[in-house]
């Protein structure tokens, strides 16, 4: 018998790659992005394309170029982030580097806030009955409010009592992602079957055993997954934070900035940092998951 096919059989199947996907969806994003910037922009740059004797031509150099645009072209954003990322020293306010970190401070604060408090109520509610049905409800009421209308009151509150700066930002992330952390604790400590719960029963297990060695084995999936949501919105609640305040610095001061001064590259750039953190983020949370469960010992 030839040893052709045992080889051939455990010869690693090739997998297709994603990244010609991705590719193609950024490309056409990028083009119907460049192609709406020219009309939206006719607004401001019309009478420029005009005065320079109009031509097919001038209308893309106007449109994609100029300073106040509707809409800045892709390039336009990307050279303003290169400018405020690298061309200027990290702890000048003018970098979009020293806004992020501050923006930052107040969203890993938040997250960790809300992650804890996401988690020890997802424990009581599994394990107290009556907290189900008159926690909960309210738990998910709380979302219903819009942040933008929470936010200025925890500010005004907060400010009154002389708690500025940090920590009222971050109380507003931690409103924002515990939500997703209860709820995703909630589905992981209750996951476990019960032909499983009555095994740790005929150990003798107790309360405590039963959620450390069972439970909370079996909702570190569910967690991460709802961490990831988390961090990222947390974030948005930091920037949201930072809105009411007038603050100076934080990725909301560069977008009030902008907004007051008619800058609306700057006011794109701040927003593309933001999204670039954000993922940074969810994919820090992402290495932190996939570490844990080879440890706890899950299949790859």
Not at 149 to 166: D, Q, R
Request: net charge positive; proline share 7%; hydrophobic share 55%.
């Amino acid at each position: 018998m030839s040893a052709a096919p045992a080889i051939a059989a455990k010869a690693p199947v090739k997998q297709e790659g994603h990244a010609l996907p991705v590719a193609v969806i950024c490309l056409a994003i990028l083009a119907v992005w460049y192609l709406a910037a020219i009309p939206m922009n006719m607004v401001v740059v019309g009478p420029k394309i005009e005065a320079a004797g109009g031509g097919f031509s001038n209308m893309l150099a106007y449109a994609w170029n100029d300073q106040r645009p509707v809409i800045p072209a892709p390039h336009q954003i990307a050279l303003e982030l290169w400018k405020s990322v690298f061309t200027v020293k990290p702890w000048m306010p003018k970098s979009l580097v020293y806004h992020g970190w501050v923006t930052l401070a107040s969203t890993l604060l938040g997250f960790v806030l809300g992650s804890l408090l996401g988690i020890v109520l997802a424990v009581a509610i599994v394990h107290v009955p009556f907290l189900s049905k008159s926690l909960m409800p309210w738990i998910i009421a709380s979302q219903t409010v819009p942040i933008l209308a929470i936010a200025p009151m925890v500010i005004v509150v907060l400010g009154s009592l002389g708690f500025t700066g940090l920590l009222p930002k971050s109380l507003i992330s931690m409103y924002l992602c515990f939500f997703p952390v209860t709820i995703g604790m909630v589905k992981g400590l209750t996951s476990p079957d019960t032909m499983q719960l009555d095994l740790m029963r005929t150990y003798n297990a107790g309360t405590a055993q039963v959620l450390g060695k069972l439970r909370f084995p079996a909702s570190v999936p569910f967690l991460f997954t709802s961490l990831k949501v988390a961090v990222a919105i947390a974030l948005t609640g930091a920037i949201v934070g930072e809105l009411p305040t007038g603050a100076v610095a934080g990725i909301g001061a560069r977008l009030l900035s902008g907004s007051y001064y008619g800058q609306t590259v700057q006011i794109w750039a701040a927003l593309f940092m933001g999204a670039f953190i954000a993922a940074g983020l969810v994919w820090l949370v992402g290495v932190a998951e996939r570490f844990t469960l080879k440890r706890m010992g899950a299949r790859p």
